[in-house]
Structures are given as structure tokens and as C-alpha cells.
């Protein structure tokens, strides 16, 4: 078997079955299974699984398990040589699954390979991006690289220079597409479970950096990516889902000063972003509602990070 392709899914009924319909369309030259984690959905995407794709190794959770902890269930019963972790709301093109592992097969030294992710109007989605620094937390909390999206400097985090349109050594692959080496997952271990959702790539990469892999990019792949099609209805909680997670990381990987530093930088971030959301509130009385639950949220996210935020859980309760 060469790849075990895992998807995990949560209300994504419909763009799951788009998916799966480029998955089977697109994998060509490769031996390959597919395995999907329906993480407790109620919109009838196991019953669709079950019907129209009968090949599809299913595994049907009874509560959402959160992104890690679903991934490694697929990757507990995957046969392949590498795993593919996919996102539900992608739609795979032009055979990027055998060019990927064709890639990966020429560079043994990666862990980890990502490949050219773009919009539905295939305009380019900056995927790949650095580690979690103070300097790079700052830079994103700014904006500034909105403003400046060609500068090294004000862009670094997310690499808003970068067109992607050559071979690169990254720390991060955005989890929506990674193609993981079973090699170097035997060595380094699944992902992070302690990660409910956001940063549990970044977490995964940082590891198998530190044992002494490689993360490469490659432009010669490419699919098409929705993006945050699951968290969609969860808005304003994935704000600090987000957040959440990437302290995490730093509770983990950082010293605990950076870990405190970044704590009340994220309260800093929240509390410059309430009078804006509140101006809005006041004046705007199309989205009155949806710009209180940011006003709401945003005051939480001062809150918490002071405390010292350790736990994460799942976003239909209460961060």
C-alpha cells in the first residue's frame, strides 16, 4: 500500500462527498486506501459514506473527538507507507496524490510534504508558515503584513512574499494536505490529542523537526481548498479555539517567560480589537447580533490568557 489517505469530517456532508469524488477521480498509479473519521455528525454524512461509497474504510464517532485525536485513529489501522491527512473540504486536481508521494519518494530526508493549495477561484491560499514566536505572534496581531504582504519582515509568519511557486524547506504544512512518511511517524508518534483543533500541524511539525526531519513544499501538487467549512458556524468560538492552541504550543516548546509573554500578548490583541467590534455593535444593525458575539468573545480572550490558559476543549462548550 502506498498511501492511506484519512479524512477527517464533521457536518461537512455535501463537499465531503465532492471530495471523496476527486480522491477516487485523481488517485491514479498509486496503491491507496481511503479512511474516514466521521467525528459525531448529524447531517447524515456517515449514512452518505456508506451508501455511495462502499470502499471507504468508515469509522463513526459518537461525540466530535477534535482533529487530532480523530486523525489518529485513522492513522492507527493505516496500511500505507505514508498517510495523507486530507481535509473534508478540499477537492484533490490533475493526480496531486501520486506527484506528491512521487516527490516524497525522491526526497527520503522529509517527514513532511505540503503542496500548492488555492481558493475556489484559484486564486493562491498562502499556506505554510512559521513556528510560533513572539515576534511572528506580534507581527500577525498587527496586520501590518496586510498592508505590507511583500515584506520579509511584517509577512514572515505566514510568508505573505512567497508565491509558492518553487521547492521549499518550511517549519509548518498546513494540515489541510500533508502527506506524513509512516518511517518517520513510527519514530516521532501520532499527533498531540492534548490539541483539540488549530496547531496540532504546527506541534507535529516542530516535532519532527527537532528529531531531525525535513518539511518540504512542493509546487507541482495542487488542490483546491474551502477552508474552515466545519468551524464555520463556530466563528467566534474558533477565535479562541485558535488562540487556545497556539499557547499551547508555546506551554510546550517555549520557555515559560515566552509562554507568560504570550499569554498577555493575546489579551493585549483582544482588548485593541473590543472597540472596534463595539462601534460596529452600536451602529451597524444588519449584523448587531453577529458583532456582540465578537464583542463577547473577544472580552473572554482578555480573560483567559491571564490565567494561564491550559485546556482545550470542544468548541460547542463554553473555552
Not at 465531503?16 to 476527486?22: G, H, I, N, V
Not at 510568508?159 to 494540515?175: A, F, K, L, P, Q
Not at 483539540?196 to 481548498?225: N, S
Request: hydrophobic share 45%; aromatic share 10%.
Amino acid at each position: 500500500m502506498d498511501v492511506s489517505i484519512v479524512i477527517v469530517s464533521w457536518n461537512t456532508c455535501d463537499i465531503l462527498r465532492d471530495c471523496l469524488e476527486s480522491v477516487y477521480l485523481e488517485t491514479k498509479g498509486v496503491q491507496s486506501e481511503v479512511i474516514v473519521i466521521d467525528n459525531g455528525s448529524s447531517d447524515g454524512s456517515a449514512e452518505m459514506i456508506k451508501k455511495e461509497f462502499s470502499a471507504v474504510n468508515l469509522i463513526v464517532n459518537e461525540e466530535n473527538r477534535g482533529f487530532a485525536a480523530a486523525n489518529n485513529q485513522g492513522m492507527a489501522i493505516a496500511q500505507g507507507r505514508y498517510v495523507l491527512l486530507l481535509n473534508s473540504d478540499t477537492i484533490v486536481l490533475n493526480n496531486v496524490i501520486s506527484k506528491t508521494i512521487s516527490f516524497a519518494d525522491n526526497h527520503p530526508e522529509a517527514a513532511v510534504v505540503g503542496c500548492r493549495v488555492m481558493n475556489p477561484d484559484k486564486s493562491l491560499q498562502p499556506t505554510c508558515f512559521m513556528f510560533p514566536s513572539i515576534l511572528n505572534m506580534l507581527l500577525s496581531a498587527s496586520y501590518l503584513y496586510k498592508l505590507f504582504p511583500k515584506s520579509k519582515f511584517f509577512g514572515r509568519e505566514q510568508m505573505t512574499w512567497w508565491d509558492r511557486s518553487d521547492i521549499r524547506e518550511v517549519d509548518v504544512v498546513t494540515g489541510c494536505f500533508m502527506l506524513v512518511r509512516q518511517e518517520a511517524i513510527k519514530q516521532v508518534g501520532t499527533m498531540d490529542e492534548q490539541f483539540f483543533m488549530y496547531a496540532d500541524e504546527t506541534d507535529w511539525c516542530y516535532r519532527f523537526r527537532q528529531a531531525g526531519w525535513k518539511v518540504l513544499f512542493t509546487p507541482d501538487a495542487e488542490i483546491i481548498h474551502l477552508g474552515g467549512a466545519s468551524s464555520k458556524s463556530l466563528r467566534a468560538e474558533m477565535i479562541l479555539q485558535t488562540r487556545a492552541s497556539i499557547l499551547l504550543f508555546f506551554q510546550k516548546h517555549r520557555s515559560t517567560f515566552s509562554y507568560r509573554l504570550a499569554c498577555l500578548a493575546f489579551s493585549m490583541h483582544a482588548l485593541i480589537r473590543i472597540p472596534y467590534w463595539l462601534l460596529r455593535a452600536i451602529f451597524e444593525v444588519k449584523n448587531r447580533e453577529s458583532h456582540w458575539i465578537r464583542v463577547k468573545t473577544y472580552t473572554s480572550g482578555i480573560l483567559k490568557p491571564l490565567g494561564g490558559w491550559r485546556k482545550l476543549c470542544h468548541p460547542s462548550r463554553q473555552l
